[in-house]
């Protein structure tokens, strides 16, 4: 879950906490938008995966946006950061 709660220390960092807790939380899924998700994951971030994938950024931006926040909700079934036994679990 290191790598899961990084990314949501990031966007809480980035000012896209509350979208980020309402992945993580019970209930509905708070939507974030491309340039919120842009500014919370930053740009050296997005060229890295631009170039590991060859999507282009706008692509990229689009994907997370819709996949994004139900794949940490997928990983967050109990509304909290997995413990790292499990999170091997669920991989």
Not at 16 to 40: C, M, Y
Not at 66 to 80: H, I, M, N, Q, S
């Amino acid at each position: 879950s290191g790598g899961l709660g990084a990314l949501i220390e990031r966007f809480k960092q980035n000012g896209q906490g509350q979208a980020a807790d309402s992945w993580v939380s019970r209930g509905p899924n708070q939507p974030i938008g491309p340039t919120q998700l842009e500014q919370a994951i930053g740009p050296d971030v997005l060229n890295t995966l631009s170039q590991h994938t060859g999507l282009s950024r706008e692509e990229l931006l689009s994907r997370l946006t819709r996949e994004l926040p139900t794949a940490v909700d997928k990983f967050t079934p109990e509304g909290r950061l997995p413990t790292e036994e499990e999170a091997a679990r669920l991989i």
